[in-house]
T-cell receptor, first 113, second 112 residues
Framework: EPEVTQTPSHQVTQMGQEVILRCVPISNHLYFYWYRQILGQKVEFLVSFYNNEISEKSEIFDDQFSVERPDGSNFTLKIRSTKLEDSAMYFC???????????FGPGTRLLVL | GNSVTQMEGPVTLSEEAFLTINCTYTATGYPSLFWYVQYPGEGLQLLLKATKADDKGSNKGFEATYRKETTSFHLEKGSVQVSDSAVYFCALRNTGFQKLVFGTGTRLLVSP
């Protein structure tokens, strides 16, 4: 069964460093998302992406964040200058046009020291 | 705004016990409602969904009914198994938006 994959599974970085989290959505899906979950808190929406542009974003998704679909398969989240409060589990998701079901990847656990 | 409230966990049950995990929501429109489950080390998986009032979603013995009058979508299962141990997330998607709004998740622990 097709699945969303994410790399790396864990990332440790120093405050102020740039990180890129990678996702490979399901191949025929057209809508892509990033969510995050700070330990012990809710899963929060960050951004959605469709037709090579951001379609919706939350207040969390400020200028430090960017997303890109550099080729036909990858979908990336970049954090330019990480802060301690960016430590969280980051989930990628995707869905087909016309379907409400979002398929999630296993997540990348980011720790900022 | 839109929000989802779930009961605090963990919920600890013995095998074959009845499960209820409460979920209530606040939404400005007519949302679709979802339950996602996260098994250890895995991503979020859709468990069931309901798209309008009085719809019942069901899957793997789990059920939830969309109650507009009480703005609730409680998850139930008649007889839980050890393999049901996981974190359960209630979520909504409001009309005109793609994003999911999640609750905090409820951890279920089932012992033999």
């Amino acid at each position: 069964e097709p699945e969303v994959t994410q790399t790396p599974s864990h990332q440790v970085t120093q405050m102020g460093q740039e990180v890129i989290l990678r996702c490979v959505p399901i191949s025929n899906h057209l809508y892509f998302y990033w969510y995050r979950q700070i330990l012990g808190q809710k899963v929060e929406f960050l951004v959605s992406f469709y037709n090579n542009e951001i379609s919706e974003k939350s207040e969390i998704f400020d200028d430090q964040f960017s997303v890109e679909r550099p080729d036909g398969s990858n979908f990336t989240l970049k954090i330019r200058s990480t802060k301690l409060e960016d430590s969280a589990m980051y989930f990628c998701a995707s869905n087909q046009r016309g379907s409400e079901t979002q398929y999630f990847g296993p997540g990348t656990r980011l720790l900022v020291l | 705004g839109n929000s989802v409230t779930q009961m605090e966990g963990p919920v600890t049950l013995s095998e074959e016990a009845f499960l209820t995990i409460n979920c209530t929501y606040t939404a400005t429109g007519y949302p679709s409602l979802f339950w996602y489950v996260q098994y250890p080390g895995e991503g979020l998986q859709l468990l069931l969904k309901a798209t309008k009032a009085d719809d019942k979603g069901s899957n793997k013995g789990f059920e939830a009914t969309y109650r507009k009058e009480t703005t609730s979508f409680h998850l139930e299962k008649g007889s839980v198994q050890v393999s049901d141990s996981a974190v359960y997330f209630c979520a909504l998607r409001n009309t005109g938006f793609q994003k999911l709004v999640f609750g905090t998740g409820t951890r279920l622990l089932v012992s033999p």
